[in-house]
């Protein structure tokens, strides 16, 4: 950060804090500071790191394969294709046994563990994004050749069958 962005962050911070009560700004007793540490520390779950905000309790009663801010490790995708593999064979049997309501959690369970495993897969092996290529966008020109009308008239027809659907008649 530069010298004048972090004056002008300074400055907002000063400002910010004078505008609150001074008791909001005290160090935090030694048991806050525990149970702020031991939030992080409760966060390490076995397929990655709970993202759930600090004081935040876990809506999904810890069944993380279902919580959609489980930020998952790359190194356990076995884990997770056992856990796949096994809420299968759990749902097979499930239904073997007519245990329809079971079959409706583990199918829950599967979707949620599925579209984790399809998302790790989507990363690259070192647990960066990979990069997709969007193209060349098209120049006006082009987009006359491909959609038969200038760039900026597709919303415009849009707008005009809206208004008729509406009822309004345009002149």
């Known amino acids: 950060m530069g010298g004048g962005a972090r004056a002008t962050y300074r400055g907002f911070l000063d400002r910010?804090?004078?505008?609150?009560?001074?008791?909001?700004?005290?160090?935090?007793?030694?048991q806050e500071w525990q149970d702020f540490q031991q939030h992080f520390e409760l966060r390490k779950v076995s397929l990655g790191t709970c993202g759930r905000p600090y004081g935040t309790p876990c809506k999904h009663e810890h069944a993380c394969i279902r919580c959609p801010v489980l930020?998952?490790?790359p190194q356990q995708r076995p884990r997770l294709n056992e856990i796949t593999r096994n809420l299968r064979e759990r749902i097979t049997e499930a239904r073997a046994n007519g245990w329809l309501g079971e079959v409706e959690g583990l199918q829950v369970s599967l979707n949620a563990a599925v579209a984790k495993l399809t998302r790790l897969n989507r990363t690259s092996t070192d647990g960066?994004?990979?990069?997709?290529?969007?193209?060349?966008?098209?120049?006006?020109?082009?987009?006359?050749?491909?959609?038969?009308?200038?760039?900026?008239?597709?919303?415009?027809?849009?707008?005009?069958r809206s208004r008729v659907r509406q009822g309004d008649r345009q002149p």
């Open 128 to 160: 960066r994004p990979q990069l997709v290529d969007l193209g060349m966008p098209l120049s006006p020109t082009h987009q006359r050749a491909v959609w038969g009308r200038p760039a900026g008239s597709a919303g415009q027809g849009l707008r005009i």
């Open 71 to 73: 930020q998952l490790d």
């Open 16 to 30: 910010r804090r004078a505008d609150r009560p001074q008791v909001e700004y005290r160090e935090p007793t030694e």
